[in-house]
């Protein structure tokens, strides 16, 4: 069975700096796409960075030049380096990928996957 597992949130001071890890367990073919949301209370999850398979990534303007996506594909890994830190960006971030697995059919099954979200504090 697939699970992402997160790990790297915690309190940090204003300025500060996190790294996020997500890794991505069991049978899988490929994994495609591996994407950073993240949801405060009371709103919609938000993309804050995702990158392809190929490297190409993309950000949320309000992470750009602070935030810094990247991927292991040998460890079936995706990091999110969290620079620059302010207390918006406090909340959980949950860890996304898409990609291909085992199904009950000889057809296997392509969809999106989710961590069970980390948290992230920033204060003084």
């Known amino acids: 069975q697939v699970q992402l597992v997160e790990s790297g949130g915690g309190l940090v001071q204003p300025g500060g700096s996190l790294r996020l890890s997500c890794a991505a367990s069991?049978?899988?073919?490929?994994?495609?796409?591996m994407a950073w949301y993240r949801q405060a209370p009371g709103k919609q999850r938000e993309l804050v960075a995702g990158?392809?398979?190929?490297?190409?990534?993309n950000y949320a303007d309000s992470v750009n030049d602070r935030f810094t996506i990247s991927r292991n594909n040998a460890k079936n890994t995706v990091y999110l380096q969290m620079d620059s830190l302010k207390p918006g960006d406090a909340t959980v971030y949950y860890c996304?990928?898409?990609?291909?697995?085992?199904?009950?059919?000889?057809?296997?099954?392509?969809?999106?996957?989710w961590g069970q979200g980390t948290q992230v504090a920033v204060s003084s």
């Open positions: 990158i392809t398979s190929g490297g190409r990534t």
């Open positions: 996304n990928a898409d990609l291909q697995a085992p199904s009950r059919t000889v057809v296997p099954s392509t969809r999106g996957y």
């Open positions: 069991g049978i899988i073919f490929r994994i495609y796409t």
